[in-house]
């Protein structure tokens, strides 16, 4: 069936910003008009609202296979959906690893089944991530995958880093690449400052960060591989970056809403739902970060989705799972948080969460005749209050729950499919 998104503002990703109807027909965008009119057609009555080119994150734990009770690939794409994901790029840090193509085609075969949003596998670099032996990347390129990361298992190993760029850049992989020395991290549990030393928790410094940040660059610079610095979170690792870029380094980098948008003074309640890795930080690292994004040394706002069950979350701090779920909040926080607040703009957010996602991914973007219909409706007047029990996602661990939040997502259309709409029921359906 046609259906015709009416009357809304299209921010289309190629720099148009303006008031038009939008015809989808066989999963395809078929038309851009100020007015388009059907009698055979269902109508999106857009009136008011945005609409913008589906969000793309590509930093998502689905969980499955191995820790369904933390997540699964049905789930998780539910939570994306209704966070206006229509594309998410899985990590490899399940049970078994995403290490060879059994499993990115078992994950492929879940997806086409039970999943809501387009689901993207990402493979190791090692296998069983265990920073040791080089992952199978042909085989793992032809069952479809478009990267490589061991996720949060940095490769300590120098020499191993660089042959995996090495080979991965013979096969255009892009290189995720958590950034840690866990010698300089040790048994670290929050940023390492002020507030650690009052509360009396370890912390994490940030040179653990940007030591790795610096050695990957370096190693790209020497390889020529495509480099991207997964959950950024320093004030100096963004400068690093920045350098990089100036020196022609093919490197992007990506940041989280929550290291965006909060700082570590949040975790001087004991809250274990302010435990994730990179560790939130100080407003001064806040304030460079947001000016990464300006400036383009940052192009990407990925959520890292970690749900965790409850039983990961209440335990003493120091032995609580790192990770926060917020897929499904993502747009509100960022909306609310850089948008509203004149930080940025809402077009650099749809550059930052779908179209440079997208192209990193090299999958397609942006509105416009002939893409896929993979587009998002949002209406950025209403406000709503973070319930974390109404989260689709089986993780529950947010530190933005109660927050007022302003943005909400209120279709999420995949391959010209209304698979959400903010009435809080879904279509089951195959994407």
């Given at each position: 069936m046609k259906t015709i998104i009416k009357g809304g503002t299209v921010i289309n990703g190629y720099g148009t910003n303006e008031k038009a109807d939008i015809l989808v027909d066989n999963g395809k965008i078929k038309a851009i008009e100020k007015t388009i009119e059907l009698n055979d057609a269902l109508i999106i009555d857009a009136n008011g609202k945005y609409v913008l080119p589906g969000f793309v994150d590509m930093h998502t734990h689905l969980r499955q296979p191995g820790f369904e009770e933390k997540e699964t690939i049905k789930t998780g794409t539910h939570a994306?959906?209704?966070?206006?994901?229509?594309?998410?790029?899985?990590?490899?840090?399940?049970?078994?690893?995403?290490?060879?193509?059994?499993?990115?085609e078992y994950i492929k075969s879940i997806a086409k089944r039970d999943g809501y949003s387009k689901v993207i596998p990402i493979g190791s670099m090692?296998?069983?991530?265990?920073?040791?032996?080089?992952?199978?990347?042909?085989?793992?390129?032809?069952?479809?995958?478009?990267?490589?990361?061991?996720?949060?298992?940095?490769?300590?190993?120098?020499?191993?880093?660089?042959?995996?760029?090495?080979?991965?850049?013979?096969?255009?992989?892009?290189?995720?690449?958590?950034?840690?020395?866990?010698?300089?991290?040790?048994?670290?549990?929050?940023?390492?400052?002020?507030i650690s030393t009052m509360i009396g928790l370890r912390g994490i410094p940030h040179e653990a960060e940007e030591v790795m940040v610096a050695r990957n660059i370096i190693l790209a610079k020497s390889t020529g591989a495509r480099l991207h610095i997964a959950h950024v979170s320093t004030k100096d690792s963004v400068e690093l970056i920045r350098r990089a870029k100036a020196d022609g380094v093919n490197v992007t980098a990506e940041v989280t809403p929550h290291n965006l948008c909060l700082t570590e003074d949040i975790v001087d309640g004991f809250d274990t739902n302010t435990k994730a890795y990179p560790p939130l930080r100080t407003k001064e690292d806040v304030d460079a970060l947001i000016d990464?994004?300006?400036?383009?040394?940052?192009?990407?706002?990925?959520?890292?989705?970690?749900?965790?069950?409850?039983?990961?979350?209440?335990?003493?701090?120091?032995?609580?799972?790192?990770g926060i779920s917020g897929i499904e909040?993502?747009?509100?926080?960022?909306?609310?948080?850089?948008?509203?607040?004149?930080?940025?703009?809402?077009?650099?957010?749809?550059?930052?969460?779908?179209?440079?996602?997208?192209?990193?991914?090299?999958?397609?973007?942006?509105?416009?005749?002939?893409?896929?219909?993979?587009?998002?409706?949002?209406?950025?007047?209403?406000?709503?209050?973070?319930?974390?029990?109404?989260?689709?996602?089986?993780?529950?661990?947010?530190?933005?729950?109660?927050?007022?939040?302003?943005?909400?997502?209120?279709?999420?259309?995949?391959?010209?499919?209304?698979?959400?709409?903010?009435?809080?029921?879904?279509?089951?359906?195959?994407?």
């Open positions: 994306a959906v209704a966070g206006g994901f229509t594309t998410v790029a899985c990590m490899p840090n399940t049970n078994p690893v995403i290490d060879n193509e059994v499993v990115v090692t296998k069983g991530m265990m920073g040791e032996e080089i992952s199978e990347m042909a085989k793992l390129k032809d069952a479809g995958i478009v990267a490589l990361s061991d996720d949060g298992h940095p490769i300590m190993n120098a020499g191993l880093m660089k042959r995996i760029m090495t080979y991965g850049s013979m096969y255009d992989l892009l290189m995720i690449t958590h950034c840690e020395d866990k010698m300089l991290s040790g048994e670290g549990v929050m940023n390492n400052g002020l990464g994004l300006k400036d383009g040394t940052i192009d990407v706002i990925a959520t890292d989705h970690a749900p965790h069950t409850k039983d990961d979350k209440k335990v003493p701090y120091e032995i609580a799972a790192f909040i993502a747009f509100s926080v960022i909306y609310t948080y850089l948008v509203k607040n004149g930080l940025i703009t809402l077009e650099d957010l749809v550059s930052y969460m779908s179209i440079n996602p997208a192209k990193l991914l090299k999958t397609s973007y942006g509105i416009k005749v002939g893409n896929a219909a993979d587009i998002t409706v949002v209406d950025t007047n209403k406000e709503y209050t973070v319930n974390v029990d109404n989260f689709k996602s089986k993780g529950k661990n947010s530190p933005f729950n109660g927050k007022r939040l302003t943005g909400v997502v209120e279709y999420t259309l995949v391959d010209g499919k209304i698979i959400y709409k903010n009435n809080g029921k879904f279509e089951e359906c195959n994407v």
